[in-house]
């Protein structure tokens, strides 16, 4: 069962302005849903970043029907300790009670409010591929404040089927989608090459909060969020813990090196002089480095460019432009990597 907050009685927040706790805000400092935020401050970036992890955790809480719960106890669900998060729920407005804790309903309100959930906020995902069809199905969305409002994409074969209930318009609709549903968010899950404009058309139409799944760092004008999500970084990440744990090399890597470990680093077989301290099969140890080296490459776990590249690629000029503006007037800022 959801317990995202309700809605009702609160007016809409101005469309885009979900893509940071700060942007909830007006221009006088009220929070978008016309609550003051605590202390009139705004809340650090990672804070904020944080935010959506407690509310994880509390949503779980309150779906086992857990009523309060200590600082201890959430900080190390959310994994983080007890200390800063309740330096991170001050900025709320939330001390929790000493000897009780926190009323796990009323943080969820109060979380969900300073993230601006407590609206409905309308998505727009451009690219109707394997990835945009998994976005567009995920049932997640509607319980925390996110609504499909429209699929588009550029092929003729895909655009007029049906994905989640949702018809899938034409890709050269998306001004016309944006301005008829109210668009607050777009979703880029197109192949790199069109992200670039997908990523333009959007903002031109109004749109200043953009997740990117395309595997490119996308330039925006400022005063526009770009969050990004790299699987292919994520996996990289992985394997480098992978590999300092000594977990890497797995049986059909072990039957490799031990391959690699008969010859020599410039491919001769190797004489029965061997190293007697090198790898199983007589290698040497840099042979053993080089072969781990190249089973790491980007190459091999770029699997977000697969992603994103995945659905139909016909008519993908479709999704093209004309230019808008000067080099000068865009920055490509630091755009976050996450999952």
Wanted: proline letters at 6%; a neutral charge; aromatic letters at 4%.
């Amino acid at each position: 069962m959801s317990r995202r907050p309700a809605t009702a009685g609160r007016s809409a927040a101005p469309r885009g302005s979900v893509a940071r706790g700060s942007a909830t805000r007006g221009g006088n400092g009220a929070a978008a849903d016309g609550v003051p935020p605590s202390g009139g401050h705004g809340i650090p970036d990672a804070t904020v970043a944080r935010l959506p992890v407690y509310l994880r955790v509390l949503y779980a809480l309150a779906d086992r029907g857990v009523a309060t719960v200590s600082s201890e106890e959430l900080a190390a669900a959310a994994g983080v300790n007890s200390a800063k998060l309740r330096k991170d729920l001050s900025h709320l407005g939330s001390y929790g009670t000493r000897g009780v804790g926190y009323d796990v309903d009323y943080l969820v309100y109060q979380v969900s409010r300073e993230l601006g959930l407590t609206h409905d906020w309308p998505v727009l995902i451009v690219g109707a591929g394997n990835l945009g069809r998994a976005l567009a199905n995920y049932g997640g969305f509607a319980s925390r404040g996110f609504r499909i409002a429209a699929l588009v994409d550029s092929d003729p074969a895909v655009v007029g089927t049906v994905i989640a209930r949702h018809t899938v318009r034409s890709a050269a609709d998306i001004e016309d989608v944006i301005r008829r549903f109210d668009v607050a968010i777009g979703v880029i899950a197109t192949p790199a090459p069109v992200a670039q404009n997908v990523c333009d058309r959007l903002v031109a139409a109004g749109v200043t909060s953009i997740l990117n799944f395309a595997p490119v760092v996308l330039g925006v004008p400022s005063g526009v969020e770009v969050r990004k999500v790299d699987l292919s970084i994520e996996l990289q990440i992985l394997a480098f813990h992978a590999l300092r744990r000594g977990a890497a090399v797995g049986p059909t890597d072990r039957r490799r090196d031990s391959h690699l470990a008969g010859r020599r680093a410039d491919g001769e077989p190797r004489t029965a002089t061997g190293t007697p301290d090198g790898p199983p099969g007589g290698g040497r140890p840099e042979d053993l480095d080089r072969s781990v080296a190249e089973l790491t490459t980007p190459a091999h776990l770029d699997v977000a460019a697969g992603l994103a590249a995945a659905g139909p690629l016909d008519g993908a000029a479709d999704y093209t432009a004309p230019e808008r503006g000067t080099p000068d007037d865009y920055e490509t800022g630091v755009q976050a990597v996450g999952t």
